[in-house]
């Protein structure tokens, strides 16, 4: 380019900025703006009193966002109290996350997020993230010693990190994997958890325990607002591309296939009140009440083999509840027949993972 060339260019693009019309542009605010989460500052966090050591990471710590809340701003349970099932002051659609006799009240868990319990000698933490609606069963304990874990206000993908309170390692809720610090790739074990009605509950283990509502709540803690799983709503603090195969809050269960997942629906025009596949079945009596007041009612995430006796089970349904075609049988939606010949007997329940969509294909490999 010859340099009267050169001097034009530069005085044309000189009297374009000069030009009063002419707004310069203004960079696209970050996604995480008015969030009240920004990209962790290991500095920040460090002087804040977190022991973490950042440099054992599994994962690209860009990744993580913090809030502008100190850790355990959302108080987990850790004495939890138990009341006899007939006690308890609930709905009778209101959801609970059963785990063998007991009930913990997704109501509970939506303030609190954390509940550290021990259950037949075996440490268990049950832990639930309010922005994903999941709610997941872990086995506390690693390496022999039992941890104790806290709600650390850091997110990942949309989904909340956990902390253990011996070394302040970060662990994802939805997967149960350390992610950050000393225990950087260790694997929380899952235990089987059903996410069903009071109902269900109440009349199928009518001698369980269900989880006290605590004297007095967190007046800082944050939950979303009402009506937050409506599935045309779009995720507030996921900061990322949507997988589209499914609304971003649609409610489903993924089902782990040997390294991938299935995504199974709980509400909409594609949930089905039965799945089986194989050694696995999905009773879904669609009468659980949205935790956010959405209007309608969702499906139970309650997966089991149904396998009984070495006899495969195959089951229709029967009104509010199932029957078997082999016995006749009625059956519960926790997979517990409350008549028939094989009153009494109780299907073994599987680990699902019941989660709004967009944290399921956020944090697993989902298959078509």
Known sequence: MSAPIKLLAANLALSLLSCPGAAPSQPAPAPWEGSGYAPLNVARVRADG????????AVDLS???SADLPRDAIPAITAPRFVPSAAADLDPDQGVVVVAQRAYPVAVLLRHELVNDELGGVPIAVTYCSLCDSALVYERRVGGAALEFGVSGFLRRGNALLYDRATDSLWQQLTGEALVGDHAGARL???PASVVPFAAFAESIPEGEVLAFPAGFSARV??????YDTTDAAPTHLFGPVDARFPAMQPVLGLDEG???RA???VGPKATPLFASGERVVLDDGRTRSPFGTPGRRGSAALFDPRLDER???FERDGEHWSDRETGSTWSSLGVALRGPLAGRRLTPLAGIPSLWHALAAHAEVAD
């Open 50 to 57: 977190w022991r973490t050591d950042f440099e054992a990471s």
């Open 222 to 227: 944050r939950t979303p607002a009402a009506g």
């Open 264 to 266: 199974i629906p709980l």
């Open 63 to 65: 990744q993580v966002f």
């Open 312 to 314: 495969v089970l195959h």
């Open 189 to 191: 074990k899952r235990v």
């Open 259 to 261: 390294g991938v997942c």
